[in-house]
């Protein structure tokens, strides 16, 4: 069975580990034919991402667009919808992470936060939302962060984009329990990704891995219907970064 599958920031870090065990899944599961529209800024990231789901056997495609603008998110719900008729999952995880002193952080930063954490998941997820209302199914996963319930001195506004998200997916849940729609937020603790820049060997061997979040995301995708993850929280098993 066909599976239409958006995911935002999949040129990078976890959203590019989700595409590829999506991809990955299909040669595990026979009846799963996942049909992956991979979003971003960055075209050069994205094809190299789709050409590795489509050696998986999967069916992959890029849409150029940055999420915090409006136009761009009615662009690429209207251009999906008119060529698939449907979305079956959104996976929003695109997210931006200015990490400094509560102190030092600028108007810049904040908009970059809350453009795409906030604004871009938010209007995303709205406009998506009503196809699986209609239809009665579907799967919107979040992939927020341990930061969505914890503070720490540099996230400032990183934890309050992510504590908005939070909140927000609660307020979702609401309306997708009457119509079988399932949420799902992921919050991952630190994985080793582009978002740290770089990093030293220790910090690096304490870290979880992409694949390590995408895995449990993409089995959460397969389980029967009956069934909705409503949380997956993962870190590293030495704890938080930073504790
Ligand atoms: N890494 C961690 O430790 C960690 C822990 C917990 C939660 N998370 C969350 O997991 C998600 C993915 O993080 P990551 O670590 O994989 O980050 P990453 O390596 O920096 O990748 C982020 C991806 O999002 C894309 N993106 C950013 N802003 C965008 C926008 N406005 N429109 C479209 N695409 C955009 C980026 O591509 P372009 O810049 O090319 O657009 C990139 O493909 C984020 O929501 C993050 O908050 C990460």
């Avoid at 662009?75 to 400094?100: H, M, P, W």
């Avoid at 030092?104 to 699986?132: A, C, H, I, R, S």
């Avoid at 937020?185 to 740290?196: I, R």
């Amino acid at each position: 069975m066909k599976h239409i599958i958006l995911i935002t920031g999949a040129g990078k870090g976890i959203g590019k580990a989700i595409a590829l065990d999506f991809a990955k899944a299909s040669t595990t599961y026979p009846d799963f034919e996942p049909h992956l529209i991979l979003v971003s800024r960055t075209v050069s990231d994205l094809e190299a991402v789709a050409e590795k789901c489509r050696a998986c056997g999967a069916a992959a495609e890029i849409v150029k667009a940055d999420i915090s603008d409006m136009a761009q998110i009615d662009q690429l719900v209207s251009s999906t919808l008119e060529r698939y008729g449907t979305i079956d999952c959104l996976v929003n995880n695109a997210g931006v992470g200015r990490f400094k002193p509560f102190t030092e952080l600028t108007v810049d930063d904040y908009e970059d936060t809350m453009g795409t954490n906030l604004k871009g998941t938010f209007f995303l997820t709205q406009k998506v939302f009503p196809v699986m209302e209609e239809k009665k199914s579907g799967h919107i996963f979040f992939i927020t962060s341990i930061a969505a319930e914890t503070a720490f001195k540099s996230s400032a506004l990183y934890s309050m984009s992510k504590f908005g998200q939070k909140g927000f997916i609660e307020a979702v849940r609401l309306y997708a329990k009457t119509c079988n729609v399932k949420i799902t937020n992921v919050m991952p603790g630190a994985v080793y990704t582009p978002m740290w820049g770089e990093v030293t060997d220790e910090m690096k061997a304490i870290m979880m891995m992409p694949e390590d979040i995408s895995g449990p995301l993409v089995n959460a995708y397969l389980l029967p219907q009956r069934t909705s993850v409503e949380e997956l929280v993962l870190r590293p098993v030495s704890g938080d970064l930073g504790e």
